[in-house]
């Protein structure tokens, strides 16, 4: 399986995973926080879909805990 793909699928299942719990945010930013998350567990040598994806969302639950004031205001203001 190519990096590609192996990036695509992970990113899939956390984003299916956050959407159905509700959890996602502002879509930009939760797919850069993913990604970014995916992006730097490659740099380490993991290839694993599900670890990438686990500990993707498990840095997007940190990042969204510390922002979702923000987006509560934004959404709110609208």
């Known amino acids: 399986m190519t990096i590609r793909c192996t990036v695509e699928s992970a990113f899939f299942i956390a984003w299916s995973c ?3 719990s509700g959890e996602l945010g502002p ?3 939760s797919a850069n926080v993913l990604l970014d998350a995916i ?3 490659l ?3 993991e290839r ?3 670890m990438l994806a686990n500990k993707a ?3 997007y639950r940190a990042h969204a805990a510390l922002h979702r004031a923000s987006w509560n205001r934004e959404a709110r203001a609208g």
């Open 18 to 20: 956050l959407e159905q």
């Open 27 to 29: 879509p930009d930013e």
């Open 39 to 41: 992006e730097a567990q």
């Open 43 to 45: 740099k380490t040598g």
């Open 48 to 50: 694993r879909q599900l």
């Open 57 to 59: 969302i498990d840095a």
